[in-house]
C-alpha cells in the first residue's frame, strides 16, 4: 500500500511539473509542433513584433463558429494585431479554414493537440492575446474580448 501511494505521488508530481500554467505577463511558449498552412507569424526575435490573437478554433464547436466573425472586425479595427487560427483537428477543417482565410489570417493545425495541452486549452472557443515580446496579455472567450484591451496591447 505504501509503494502505491509513493508511486501516485510521484507521476502526480511528474504530471505537474510537466504542465505548463500560462498566466497573465508569463512568456507564451513556441508554436513549433503548429502545422502551418500559410506563413508562419512574425513575433518576438524576428524582426516582426506585432501583438497576435491566437484563436484556439474547431469548426463543429456552435460557439467556435458563432464568435469567429468577430475575427474580422479585429482584423480591420486594429491592422496592427496579428490573426492566428489554430485548428487542432486532423483532417480537412484547417485545409478549408485555408483556402477561404488564409488570405487574410496565418491558419495552423495542431493534429496531435500538444499545443492546446500547453495552454491548457478546456473550452472553446478560447482565445489568446500576446502583446510584441511574446507575453500573454490577455485570456478567454473570444466573444468577451473589448476594444479597450485591443487597443492598449503593444
Keep these: 500500500m505504501k509503494k502505491l501511494l ?8 511528474a504530471g505537474t511539473a510537466l504542465a505548463q500554467k500560462i498566466v497573465i505577463g508569463s512568456r507564451i511558449p513556441d508554436f513549433r509542433d503548429v502545422r502551418w498552412l500559410t506563413t ?5 526575435g524576428t ?7 491566437i484563436e484556439f478554433h474547431d469548426p463543429d464547436n456552435a460557439s467556435s463558429v ?15 494585431v496579428q490573426v492566428v487560427v489554430l485548428v487542432a483537428r486532423p483532417g480537412s477543417a484547417a485545409d478549408e479554414l485555408r483556402q477561404a482565410y488564409g488570405d487574410r489570417y496565418y491558419i495552423g493545425a495542431d493534429p496531435d493537440g500538444k499545443v ?7 473550452f472553446l472557443p478560447y482565445t489568446i492575446l500576446v502583446d510584441s515580446k511574446g507575453e500573454l496579455y490577455w485570456q478567454g ?3 468577451n474580448i473589448t476594444d479597450a484591451v485591443l487597443q492598449k496591447v503593444r
Design 40 to 44: 508562419m507569424p512574425g513575433g518576438p
Design 116 to 122: 492546446y495541452r500547453t495552454f491548457n486549452v478546456r
Design 66 to 80: 458563432r464568435f469567429f466573425p468577430k475575427l474580422a472586425d479585429i482584423r480591420g479595427k486594429y491592422g496592427n
Design 141 to 143: 472567450n473570444l466573444g
Design 6 to 13: 509513493l508511486s501516485s505521488l510521484a507521476l502526480l508530481i
Design 47 to 53: 524582426g516582426q513584433t506585432a501583438p497576435m490573437l
